[in-house]
Nanobody, 114 residues
């Protein structure tokens, strides 16, 4: 079992940047593909970006070219660098495997507003 702790969210103006971090409680997921997900009020949770243990990456079309996912396997940590933020990026952001999910963490709130 792995627990995730997300951090780094906040309030930012459109066009701004944030860097999210997700720390796993142990190394059990170090060979898994990990992803960042987001959920806005009234909407389903969606996969934003994912990264394999070989550091191959994949992005949702809505964030391609603006977000960058990375991971430090030694630190059991996954990052999400978010640039050129838009109002529609406002959501709670979570990390987890890309299948057979572990329990979801508390997430970190990202609010993009002027």
């Amino acid at each position: 079992q792995v627990q995730f702790v997300e951090s780094g969210g906040g309030l930012v103006q459109p066009g701004g940047s944030l860097r999210l971090s997700c720390v796993a409680s142990n190394s059990a997921a170090r060979t898994d593909t990990l992803g960042w997900y987001r959920q806005a009020p009234g909407k389903q949770r969606e996969l934003v970006a994912r990264i394999t243990s070989f550091k191959s990456t994949d992005y949702a079309n809505s964030v391609k070219g603006r977000f960058t996912i990375s991971r430090d396997i030694a630190k059991n940590t996954v990052y999400l660098q978010m640039n050129s933020l838009k109002v529609e990026d406002t959501a709670g952001y979570y990390c987890n495997r890309d299948a057979l999910f572990f329990p979801w963490g508390q997430g970190t709130q990202v609010t993009v507003s002027s």
